[in-house]
């Protein structure tokens, strides 16, 4: 991904969430944005004991990110999620995940193992911000 003119990987950001004790999974993908060019999108699935505090965990696990690989690397958002899209070999399909991330149709879904992710996702899906 390319942030505000740095290179960020988007393994080394999933690698940074799973670092931190609540995170089982993270899928972390990059959102056209206009100020940044890109912004950082992370979608995270919480380990047994991990608790869902809402707004006080994103800030938790920005925060972490931000210490590990410093600030430019914080995501932009972050949607906690019960599962990721998989197809059958256990591929994480990013492609879906940016497809939301950016408010756009989706596309194939027929690959997934379970399509009915995606709707469960996208109904987390915070009200599109008012333009100005």
């Known amino acids: 991904m390319n942030v505000s003119g740095h290179r960020i990987s988007t393994t080394e950001v999933e690698s940074s969430l799973v670092g931190h004790p609540a995170v089982a999974e993270a899928a972390v993908v990059g959102a056209t944005d206009p100020t940044t060019g890109q912004g950082i999108v992370a979608f995270v699935i919480l380990r047994e004991s991990g608790v869902d505090s ?13 210490k590990d690989i410093g600030p430019i690397a914080k995501p932009r958002q972050i949607m906690v999620v019960q599962e990721l899209p998989k197809t059958r070999s ?36 915070p009200a599109a911000p008012a333009e100005d």
Not at 59 to 66: A, K, N, S
Not at 91 to 101: G, N, S
């Open 54 to 66: 809402g707004d006080e965990l994103v800030q938790t696990l920005r925060t972490h990110v931000g």
């Open 90 to 125: 256990g591929k994480i399909m990013r492609r879906l995940l940016r497809d939301i991330a950016e408010n756009r149709e989706l596309g194939d879904v027929t690959t997934l193992t379970d399509s009915s992710v995606m709707n469960l996702i996208k109904e987390k899906l």
